[in-house]
């Protein structure tokens, strides 16, 4: 069946820096890969998203790759900030079948200021 | 942007009860909602999907006696955990296909507030 990848599970790092998550998924047929964001009581968020007919898109300090053959995607935080600590999951979604959105086992983020 | 309302977003119940949870897409129309279960500090496990007019589809593992789905309008689902037990206790969150927003016009995964179920 469809599966997500994720890591690592917790990413610890200093403010400034950057971080990157990286994902997997298995169902080839999987075309569109969005992440979200989800602090500490709150609902997921939308932050970027990439289609499979596009490797690379970035949005001021986040960006998110894709390598559709080796079935990779990685999500890059630059210049992290305190309020960037959250619980991240990647996910991925084919375009039938109901759409339904498979998602990564998550990462949490520290960003230690 | 998209919005979908979800309640209660708590709620405490005796073993044996069934408790009721319902999701609105309030500013949009949604033929397919989602049914997720999250366990303190893990996943976002899908549960179902929720199909307007017809029959909800269940993941592998997932008892659909148990947890019952509703989606009688374009705009509100209904899950229901009947005769519930201690280890139903989790975070429901509910999630709607919002259309157009995402990149080149995908449709978007909105995302309810959640419910969080105590079973005693």
Known sequence: GENVEQHPSTLSVQEGDSAVIKCTYSDSASNYFPWYKQELGKRPQLIIDIRSNVGEKKDQRIAVTLNKTAKHFSLHITETQPEDSAVYFCAARRNTGGFKTIFGAGTRLFVKA | GAVVSQHPSW???????????????????????????????????????????????????????????????????????TSAHPEDSSFYICSASSPGQGSAGANVLTFGAGSRLTVL
């Not at chain 2, 496990?45 to 009688?72: C, P, R, W």
């Open chain 2, 11 to 81: 709620v405490i119940c005796k073993s044996g009860t069934s408790v009721k949870i319902e999701c609105r897409s309030l500013d949009f129309q949604a033929t397919t909602m989602f049914w997720y279960r999250q366990f303190p500090k893990q996943s976002l496990m899908l549960m179902a999907t929720s199909n307007e007019g017809s029959k909800a589809t269940y993941e592998q593992g997932v008892e659909k006696d148990k947890f019952l789905i509703n989606h009688a309008s374009l705009t509100l689902s209904t899950l229901t955990v």
